[in-house]
């Protein structure tokens, strides 16, 4: 399906918000290489953050789940096409030979 809860685009759009709200609190100091320290300190706990809030909104129906999981599909409509009927073959002999079974021409 073109929206899927635990999309890689949704958990793009979570990093965006939760690296706002959490680069938000830290302050700016003047000196650069500081900034981009505290930056790259603070990636991890942002990208977790984002992943939990991706887990918690795919697994969940309660009204926040659902604006989150909503958030997550109006930033996949921007990004994510319905494939056609000759991309879903292509997918499938590619997941075939992949998977080492027999492909039928």
């Given amino acids: 399906p ?3 809860p635990r999309c890689g685009t949704t958990f793009l759009a979570f990093v965006i918000v939760v690296s ?3 680069y938000s609190f830290i302050p700016a100091p ?3 290489w500081w900034r981009l320290l505290a930056r790259v300190l603070f990636l991890p706990v942002v990208a977790a ?3 939990e ?3 918690f909104s795919a697994r969940h129906n309660d009204p926040v789940s659902l604006v989150l999981r909503e958030l997550g ?3 996949q409509a921007l990004t994510v096409a319905e494939p056609t009927p000759e991309m879903a073959e292509v997918a499938i002999r590619s997941t075939e030979a992949a998977l080492g079974e027999r492909v039928v021409a």
Wanted: aromatic share 28%; charged share 15%.
């Fill in 2 to 4: 073109r929206f899927h």
């Fill in 73 to 75: 599909f109006r930033f």
């Fill in 49 to 51: 953050l984002a992943f």
């Fill in 53 to 55: 809030l991706l887990y």
């Fill in 20 to 22: 706002i709200l959490v």
């Fill in 30 to 32: 003047e000196v650069l």
